[in-house]
């Protein structure tokens, strides 16, 4: 397969004020991998990962790429998607597919760009996952599909500014997730997560985990305060590292197995839920106390994402049942850091959809009547797999199908109930006008 590389990158003009690179953003943690020249061994131990190698190519060994302004000219019919993922402000995200993978703005909804991988042969391809790092030219590809374009235990590390990939950390096992700072790169495996320095690669700690096959793993994003979460060594546990105190905390979450997790970008708030699929409960990590626990029904469900507002007064829950709920959090704001509008945890608190209208027997019946309940609803398509994040505007949500599809929503604070669909578009079909 041959092609020609594209002469400039796609992204957004760096000059443009919204854009920002890790080698030229304005905030101390920014790091710079194209300097990245010498190969990088770490000393972990069991023999895993094998290697861990930083590889920079010259443009004419690079891996061969080509850009498809024109998605016709290979073939007209929508790729198959087989990971999404928002970057970390909601602004954008990303969807690997069995061609490739491709970048979109939230608000409004347009592709930024593409890569597809298939060239003429219409053969491989296939990215697994695909993590942005905030709107950076910097990106992390796993391959993925019946064809995958890389290893499935492979991170590549892409550089759109030059078009190819500049680095790459290879495990004995498979890649089930990455996370994205600016100053490091989380790999996750089915037992172990591995924690790398951004600017060289250099392994700085492993955790091991309990079988982990979703790979459930999620880093704060405030600089110079890292926290991370990620499964513990027992069903139900969750384990909380606070890299800037060097402190381990454990949290026996739920009596099942954990299947979904969320964190807050200030990394003080953590949202779990359990293979049961019935309580959301929200903890603060830095004591590891339970701050309020929610209930998304009676039956069980798989539960496919969790987000918090910016602001974490709102939660947010899709699951196979077709439903997305938001919730209303009523966190102790000046405790936990959390800067909230005035007035805004009260406002909802005696909301009727808020807590269950058979509450005032507390205590009398199961735990069940006393329930917090979600605020505001949105119906989807039952057992298809959606993500959900809160959009820009003001009490918006954002939902993205693994069919293609893209949601944005709004909920009434004060009212609740059924959410207003503000727009619907399939985001794969390119001659679709957003």
């Known amino acids: 397969m041959t092609s020609t590389l594209p002469s400039s990158s796609p992204w ?33 131990v069991n023999d895993e990962p094998r290697s861990v190698t930083v590889t ?15 998605p016709n000219s290979v073939d007209s019919s929508p790729p198959n998607v087989l990971y999404l993922s928002f970057n970390q402000d909601y ?22 760009f593409r890569r597809d991988f298939t060239g003429t042969s219409n053969t491989g391809g296939g990215i697994g996952v695909v993590q942005m790092l905030f709107r950076c030219n910097i990106l992390a590809l796993v391959g993925g599909g019946n064809e995958p374009q890389y290893p499935l235990n492979k991170v590549m590390i892409w550089d759109d500014h030059q078009s190819r990939c500049i680095g790459e950390l290879s495990f004995r096992s498979e890649v089930k997730s990455v996370r994205l700072r600016r100053d490091r790169i989380v790999v996750v495996l089915a037992q172990k997560i591995f924690v790398y320095n951004f600017s060289d690669l250099k392994l700085l700690h492993q955790i091991e985990t309990v ?24 069903k139900g546990q969750v384990r909380v590292e606070h890299y800037a105190s060097k402190r381990t905390k454990f949290i026996l979450a739920h009596d099942s197995r954990i299947v979904c997790f969320a964190l807050t970008n200030d990394g003080r708030l953590l949202a779990t839920c359990s293979s049961k699929g019935t309580l959301v409960r929200v903890y603060n990590t830095l ?67 808020a807590v269950s ?53 709004q909920f009434d604070a004060a009212a609740g ?18």
């Open 12 to 44: 957004p003009n760096p000059t443009n004020p919204n854009f920002v690179s890790p080698h030229m953003s304005p905030n101390s943690d920014s790091v710079d991998l194209s300097d990245i020249s010498a190969a990088v061994t770490d000393a972990a």
């Open 56 to 70: 920079v190519t010259s443009p004419t060994n690079s891996t061969v790429i080509t850009p498809n302004p024109s």
């Open 91 to 112: 602004g954008c995200f990303a969807a690997g597919t069995d061609r490739g993978f491709r970048i979109y703005n939230c608000d409004p909804l347009r592709e930024i």
């Open 211 to 234: 079988a982990n096959p979703k790979g459930l793993c999620e880093v704060s994003q405030v600089s110079g305060s890292m926290v991370l979460v990620c499964p513990g060594l027992q």
């Open 287 to 353: 004591d590891g106390s339970l701050v309020q626990e929610v209930r998304r029904g009676a039956d069980r469900a798989e539960i496919y994402s969790l987000a918090f507002s910016p602001t974490a007064q709102w939660l947010a829950v899709s699951s196979d049942k077709g439903t997305v709920h938001v919730f209303n959090l009523k966190v102790d704001s000046p405790a936990l850091g959390v800067d909230r509008p005035r007035g805004a945890s009260e406002s909802n608190a005696t909301s009727p959809s």
């Open 357 to 409: 209208h058979l509450s005032f027997i507390r205590g009398v019946l199961p735990k069940y009547f006393s329930s917090e309940w979600s605020v505001a609803q949105f119906r989807l398509q039952e057992g298809l797999q959606h993500i959900v994040a809160f959009g820009h505007q003001k009490n918006t949500v954002v939902i993205l199908g693994m069919d293609g599809s893209f949601y944005r929503c």
């Open 417 to 434: 109930g059924e959410m207003t669909l503000l727009e619907h578009h399939s985001f794969l079909k390119s001659e679709e006008n957003f």
